[in-house]
């Protein structure tokens, strides 16, 4: 990652963190302290040290060595590094030029159910490393993207939820025990959010991704919108409308033709609703994309 990206990310974040607020996920409270970017080489190593919040880290690129109690992890592209606060813990970068995506939680419940302290018992017995995430990484690879062309607002905003919340449920479905698992529906869920990532360009109707959950599609909707702060309609359509705004910026295919390509069959609906998103209607934002060059 360049320089600057880099920067631009993480005053990006920074910013961003205030307008996230909170949200909640399967009855635990989350806020976003702190998101940032680490880009570092073979020489970058922290000795043991203790956090005041909970460290949840993506590795989006090169290879890092965590160390726990004894205990040495490498995680690659896709894991994840999972530590409660007041636990000591180090890491190095072990191979290449690596890119760690950190977030500093501030963790709570609602209703007081105690799950906390549980959770924490099953990061001290080793659950404290994840690998293979990549839906996790599609979320974090497209909130880079949106970055580095100058998004901002909501569409950032929505981003950084899903991926603390595709994080946070694959976690608590690794951690949760099998008997009281029901299925292991947040790490269904979080399947389920990087399968409709990566077919956005497919029919996607409710009833059949509830079919997927085994639960109702009013059912679906709730669990949605609990974990990544909207029901999966809306997520669909915004995603739909983001990826639709990349491809008139970065090629000239008429209008009706990159509507369509995001599935949107009606060039006059798609109008509309890009003009709701992003202030322009299509043909107009594309222009200014183009004169300002970015």
Known sequence: MAEDAWKRFNRAMTTTTHAVGRFVLDG??????RLHDVVAGTSMRFPDHVHPWFELSLVTAGEVLYRREGVERVLGRGGVFAMPPGRAHGWKVERGRATITGFHLILGEDGGQGRLQPWYAGLADGNWTLEGMEGALAVSDELHALVRLGASG???VLLVRALAGTLLARLDAALRPAAGDAGGGGDRLADLHAYILENLHRDLPLARLAERLAVTPRHLNRLFAAAY???VHRF????????AAQSLRWNDLPVHEVAAGHGFPDRSYFSRLFRAKFGLPPEAWRRHQHRDGT
């Open 28 to 33: 635990r409270t989350v806020r976003i302290a």
């Open 154 to 156: 909501d569409a950032i």
């Open 229 to 231: 702060g909207m029901p």
């Open 236 to 243: 669909i359509l915004d995603q739909r409308l983001e990826a």
